[in-house]
């Protein structure tokens, strides 16, 4: 089975950069697609980017099109997202997450539970 841990997460001021790092343990295999959601407070969880297992699909939300890229490197068992242009609105507790069969797609809407593997979440305040 797949386990999720993220890290990265932190305090930067607006403008700044963060780079959050998924690391994927148990059963290593390229047939399940990554996304990364958030939850901001008082907002409900939003889908903010994802990546096909074969890595031929992205998507990205627009509150962080331009600004985030989400990649994934399989000889080291990783998935990251590259933060770039923070504003304060991106301040929430980060999570990635995994849904098994999605090889050639991805989608940002977790609909019936598609994403069933989940890491603990990693929190990234952008403040001055």
């Known amino acids: 089975h797949l386990r999720l841990v993220e890290s990265g997460g932190g305090l930067v001021q607006p403008g700044g950069s963060l780079r959050l790092s998924c690391k994927i343990s148990?059963?290593?295999?390229?047939?399940?697609?990554i996304a990364w959601f958030r939850q901001a407070p008082g907002k409900e969880r939003e889908g903010i980017s994802c990546?096909?297992?074969?890595?031929?699909?992205?998507n990205y939300a627009d509150s962080v099109k331009g600004r985030f890229t989400i990649s994934r490197d399989s000889a080291r068992n990783t998935a990251s997202l590259q933060m770039n242009s923070l504003k304060p609105e991106d301040t929430a507790v980060y999570y990635c997450a995994a849904a098994w069969g999605s090889y050639t797609t991805c989608t940002l809407q977790n609909s019936n539970g598609r994403y069933g593997t989940w890491g603990q979440g990693t929190q990234v305040t952008v403040s001055s």
């Open positions: 148990g059963l290593t295999l390229d047939r399940f697609a």
């Open positions: 990546i096909s297992g074969s890595r031929i699909t992205t």
